[in-house]
């Protein structure tokens, strides 16, 4: 038993935000409300701007191999079609891109850069009779690439006829003495020698803007810089080696202004002098080190916790004085973080020390030490991580250390020699960052890119976990949804669990490395309503969905990415970021209808289970995951990592064009969770019913639709096993719908849908809809009457489905609302036109509770989490459901309105208030250093409940240590006990958005258990060592032990937990906005068996 030392816990960090009312405006954000805290990362881009350059002409790898082009120097001007007899012989080789890599290639699309030039014009596509020798400046003059040259020959170029390998061999160019007219080549313009090809006009657009921005490898790494720059929202300055052009210090990309001066510099980079990158970058480490002046915020605005980058770009080889102060850093030993593979026996001071010197110093000793860590990098001090790209220029090494422990033997550099490019791997690896080597211009852009995405995936979160079972076992995962804010990429983890211990082991797998290419993806779309799925091709699509995407947006969509980078959105991988829908999974699931027993093919469902002669039956079944991304897919993945298919929903086809803009603004696509259960339905269109299971899918604050498919068979999924798929034109009060279906049977013999129809519809009521499963047709749908308006707005959230008396079919539906209404509805009958909303007032429709703080009530508290219902000990139904929203812009910030967990009884009268209710309350909380517990406890009070006067129970989640705290997430209910996470936002951007509570109360009263249900202090034993000590007395000394009732969370804002069974206890994972998964052990309940609503009885 542990006992306190403090009687309250007052958190080190009260944070004091704006207080505004909680209006419900139903503007959703488009992007997770927690991110809206976080600091920004600080990204230094150190660019060469070297004499070289300037240069024109880059030889290919294979040109480079050749030894007859040797003497050729990889320097200078390109020369347009000289004569042969010139003494510049091999310039023509440097008209071909296989030789010369920055010449232009017919197979890149050539876009302008982004930002203004010098006059303030936005850089536009260049005509080929004017096109302009200097971008920014059109001072410097136009060329007329359409006119014949000095010598009488026209511009154009040779073509790599390239044997299929990628590497330029003698002959796939065009040698000196090979040189004419009819070898493969390509025109401007018409010209008097025969065989020459001419462009098209659009590919004379497509030489010149290559001839304006892409010639010189300046010009490619300005337009690499200036792409990444305009859609950047991090916090980004630049310098260059020479700094011939000025610098820019660190600053917000999200601020135009500053965002427009930043490409204006990176346009004027004038190239001329050395290489002399140790020195320059060890300006910007001192530079990052600055209190004044520095890029390193304060501890206000989450300079403890904020991530520090440098980016160093060059084509060449380093030369110039060593700096002074780095020494021999990497291999000194003085710190946890250098030695190892990390050192060398340079014997003097290289890139690489310059960059460990930086890595492994705390470069802000004021500030406390809160960086994030991996295991890549694993410093939490204030440090830089250091990236290097090498543009062009190859050392002798292929790979990097294979392990940081094993010493490693690094050739020692050499000025203007090969062996620098090896530092410049070097200080990659022991700066913890990554050396990226591109050999051409699109190859640039890709490896500038890719050292941003792989900064922005430092920066990442999840959703929630789901698992493949509910009792551990030796093949037992969990599975993780991902994503990272900076480049919207996602993922989703399988993790191992340990047999014996329930802990998480390795990664077992990451789906977005697993992701086919586009050619091999299953990917589903609908063009109407009903049974009118189609494959996603541009071809399949109705003539109004083609007038919203092209032909090459729908590959990119697919996963094409050929553009990437040029003329669309460059992407850390194909699959999108998931955020708010959790992965659900299916698999040889039992949802325990054997008293269903139905007339057509496997009747019996229990024949349906165990059956392997059809694909559909369940004997066949694999494990798969099933999770919306905001890449406009319902993604489906194996239990192996491998997606087998992809549906995007009807309604957001006219959007998917979005998704390809260089500037993408993040919106959410299929963002909600789904559902999946079994059913006994004419799944094929054949006339006969059989089992099956079914998904029923919804995109949350991605639009308005909801949509079926059947997934009985996933590993041969088609275009006919897409069901329906609705909207708000096929059901007019539809709004997001953030509300979760139920599959189930129905008293009128038929299967259904059953949800809320969401928020922002055009009527702005609470609606209940009541779908046919097979055909998507309505039903039934309740008006509750409850109105809203376009800022007051109102909607349903997700229902719980009651089963009463065990028959296996529904009864009874409560759901409730964004004006604090609790709704029940009455199913039960054998007639749809018996079905209707429980109580009414006269004529109008009565909830049966509104939840309030006051009576009469004026400031109602909203209901968007879904509820759970429990018989109690007298038999009447108690309804369990928390309060408090979190999707509008601005519930973060919302800290004006007390939220509240209730259990309301329906006793078949309304219940008219909280006078009605017995109070349960929060009497402590504790920190984990004042109990000497592992966590952060918080106890309440058993007040007694007795049903045959009051109604139920409530408690207020009102700490004052944790304003705003509030319950928008799913409720659990095992052995009696009610278990849910509640969400507390920060505005600290160190606290990843916020926390949560996991709250176990006893489900019947709200009071705290008996025992513990928590493993408070570690040690794997759940026993009455794990209550907590109170003083009652205020004599200093613990006198009575008490079970605490909520424990907080480690990892930040956490959903409801996914549960496995270990036998003797049970654990719950928690995935948090951290990224990181807590695990809690507590006693076991033993419940089997999945089910898609209550069964009461």
């Given at each position: ?145 359409y006119a014949a040259d000095r010598y009488g020959y026209y511009d154009g170029y040779y073509t790599w006829t390239d044997d299929g390998d990628g590497v330029l061999e003698r002959g796939e160019c065009p040698d000196a003495s ?336 697993l992701m086919p290419a586009e050619s091999s993806r299953n990917i589903f779309t609908s063009t109407g309503s009903v049974d009118l799925g189609v494959e996603f091709e541009y071809a399949n699509l109705t003539s109004p969905q ?34 708010n829908s959790d992965p659900i999974y299916s698999g040889k699931d039992n949802y325990n209808y054997y008293s269903l027993e139905m007339s057509g093919t496997v009747s019996t469902y229990n024949a349906y289970l165990t059956g ?486």
């Amino acid at each position: 038993m542990s006992s306190f030392k403090s009687l309250k816990f007052v958190k080190s960090l009260l944070l004091f935000l704006p207080l505004c009312p909680m209006a419900l405006q139903a503007e959703i954000s488009q992007q997770p409300l927690y991110l809206q805290t976080r600091v920004q990362p600080n990204i230094f881009f150190l660019v060469d701007d070297s004499g070289s350059m300037d240069w024109e002409v880059l030889k290919s790898n294979g040109a480079n191999a050749i030894s007859a082009y040797d003497s050729y120097r990889d320097s200078g001007i390109q020369e347009w079609w000289p004569d042969s007899s010139s003494s510049y012989r091999y310039s023509v080789l440097e008209a071909c891109a296989g030789y010369n890599v920055l010449y232009y290639d017919p197979s890149v699309t050539y876009v302008p850069w982004a930002g203004e030039d010098r006059d303030g014009n936005t850089y536009a596509n260049q005509s080929i009779t004017a096109a302009r020798l200097n971008p920014y400046d059109s001072r410097d003059g136009f060329v007329n690439l359409y006119a014949a040259d000095r010598y009488g020959y026209y511009d154009g170029y040779y073509t790599w006829t390239d044997d299929g390998d990628g590497v330029l061999e003698r002959g796939e160019c065009p040698d000196a003495s090979l040189r004419s007219y009819n070898y493969s080549s390509q025109f401007v313009s018409p010209n008097p020698n025969a065989g020459a090809q001419v462009m098209s006009s659009s590919e004379q657009t497509n030489f010149a803007n290559w001839y304006t921005y892409y010639r010189k490898r300046e010009y490619v790494v300005k337009a690499a810089l200036s792409g990444i720059v305009n859609s950047a929202t991090e916090r980004m300055g630049l310098a260059t080696i020479n700094n011939n052009s000025g610098s820019a210090a660190v600053a917000d990309m999200t601020d135009s202004a500053t965002k427009t001066d930043l490409l204006n510099l990176i346009s004027r980079i004038d190239s001329s002098g050395g290489t002399p990158l140790r020195s320059s970058l060890k300006t910007v480490g001192e530079y990052f080190k600055r209190k004044s002046g520095g890029p390193i915020l304060d501890l206000e605005h989450g300079g403890a916790c904020q991530q520090n980058f440098a980016i160093l770009m060059s084509d060449g080889y380093w030369n110039s004085s060593s700096p002074s102060g780095i020494g021999n850093a990497d291999g000194d030993n003085n710190s946890d973080f250098d030695g190892g593979s990390y050192a060398d026996n340079a014997g003097k001071t290289t890139l690489a020390d310059v960059a460990m010197h930086y890595y492994e110093n705390d470069l802000r000793t004021d500030l406390p030490n809160e960086v994030p860590t991996s295991p890549l990098d694993n410093n939490d001090q204030q440090h830089m991580v250091t990236y290097t790209v090498a543009f062009g220029v190859n050392g002798t090494l292929d790979e990097n250390p294979s392990d940081t422990t094993t010493p490693f033997s690094w050739p020692t550099p050499v000025s203007n020699q090969d062996t620098t490019i090896d530092d410049l791997r070097h200080a990659a690896w022991n700066g913890r960052g990554d050396f990226l080597s591109a050999s051409s211009p699109t190859g640039l852009i890709t490896a500038l890119n890719n050292a941003i995405k792989s900064i922005d995936s430092r920066v990442s979160s999840s959703s929630a976990v789901a698992a493949n079972s509910t009792r551990l076992d030796t093949d037992t995962k969990i599975f993780q949804a991902r994503f990272s804010s900076g480049s919207w990429s996602g993922d989703l983890w399988a993790y191992d669990l340990d047999p014996d211990t329930g802990a998480v082991g390795s990664l077992a797998w990451s789906a977005a490395d697993l992701m086919p290419a586009e050619s091999s993806r299953n990917i589903f779309t609908s063009t109407g309503s009903v049974d009118l799925g189609v494959e996603f091709e541009y071809a399949n699509l109705t003539s109004p969905q083609k007038s919203t995407i092209t032909s090459d947006e729908v590959a990119y969509i697919r996963g094409d990415r050929s553009n990437e980078g040029t003329t669309y959105r460059s992407r850390v991988s194909i699959l999108g970021d998931i955020i708010n829908s959790d992965p659900i999974y299916s698999g040889k699931d039992n949802y325990n209808y054997y008293s269903l027993e139905m007339s057509g093919t496997v009747s019996t469902y229990n024949a349906y289970l165990t059956g392997t002669t059809s694909t559909w039956q369940k004997g066949n079944r694999i494990d798969v995951l099933y999770v919306g991304a905001n890449d406009g897919m319902l993604h489906a993945f194996s239990g192996d990592g491998e997606e087998l298919f992809a549906y995007i929903p009807k309604s957001l086809v006219s959007s998917l064009s979005d998704l390809t803009d260089s500037a993408y603004e993040h919106r959410y696509y299929v963002d909600g969770t789904a559902s999946n259960g079994d059913a006994f339905i004419d799944f094929d269109d054949s006339g006969s019913e059989r089992w099956g299971t079914a998904l029923i899918g919804v995109l949350g604050g991605g639009g308005k639709g909801v949509f079926a498919l059947d997934i009985s068979d996933p590993l041969n999924f088609d275009d006919e096993d897409v069901l329906w798929d609705l909207d708000e034109a096929d059901l007019v009060d539809l709004g997001y719908t953030y509300s979760q279906p139920s599959i189930v049977k129905l008293a009128n013999g038929d299967w259904g849908a059953v949800f809320g129809n969401g928020y922002g519809s055009a009527s702005h009521e609470a609606v209940l809809y009541i779908v046919n499963l097979e055909t998507g047709a309505v039903i039934k749908e309740f008006h509750t009457e409850s109105m809203g308006d376009s800022v007051d707005t109102n909607g349903l959230s997700t229902p719980i489905v009651v089963d009463t008396n065990g028959d296996s079919v529904a009864d009874a539906v409560y759901a409730g609302d964004l004006k604090g209404n609790m709704w029940a509805f009455d199913i039960s009958g054998s007639t749809v036109d018996s079905w209707d909303i429980k109580y009414y007032t006269g004529t109008t429709p009565k909830p049966l509770f509104t939840a309030c703080t006051d009576d009469p009530c004026t400031d109602p508290q909203p209901i968007t989490s879904k509820p759970q219902a429990i018989e109690a000990d007298d038999g009447s139904l108690i309804v369990l459901f928390g309060t408090g929203k979190y999707f509008e812009t601005g519930d973060n910030y919302d800290l004006s309105q007390d939220q509240s967990y209730y259990g309301v009884q329906d006793d078949d009268a309304v219940v008219d208030g909280r006078d009605e209710l017995v109070e349960q309350t929060i009497i402590a909380e504790y920190s984990s250093s004042a109990t000497g517990l592992s966590y952060n406890t918080r106890l309440t009070s058993d007040n007694d409940v007795d049903l045959a006067t009051k109604d139920g129970w409530y408690m207020d989640f009102n700490s004052s240590d944790y304003p705003g705290e509030r319950i928008v997430s799913s409720s659990l209910v095992r052995s009696g006990r009610v278990i849910f996470p509640t969400l507390v936002p920060e505005a600290d951007a160190c606290s990843s958005g916020g926390t949560s509570w996991l709250m176990e109360l006893d489900a019947d009263t709200g009071a705290r258990l008996a025992s513990s249900p928590y493993d408070m202090n570690g040690d794997g034993v759940i026993d009455d060592n794990d209550l907590v000590g109170i003083d009652t007395d205020n004599d200093g000394v613990a006198d009575t032990y008490i079970a605490a009732s909520g424990k907080e969370s480690t990892v930040g804002i956490i959903k409801t937990p996914g549960v496995i069974s270990t036998g003797d206890d049970e654990k719950k994972y928690t995935s948090g906005s951290s990224g990181d998964i807590e695990v809690t052990t507590e006693s076991s309940d033993n419940t089997s068996g999945r089910q898609s609503w209550e069964q009461l009885k």
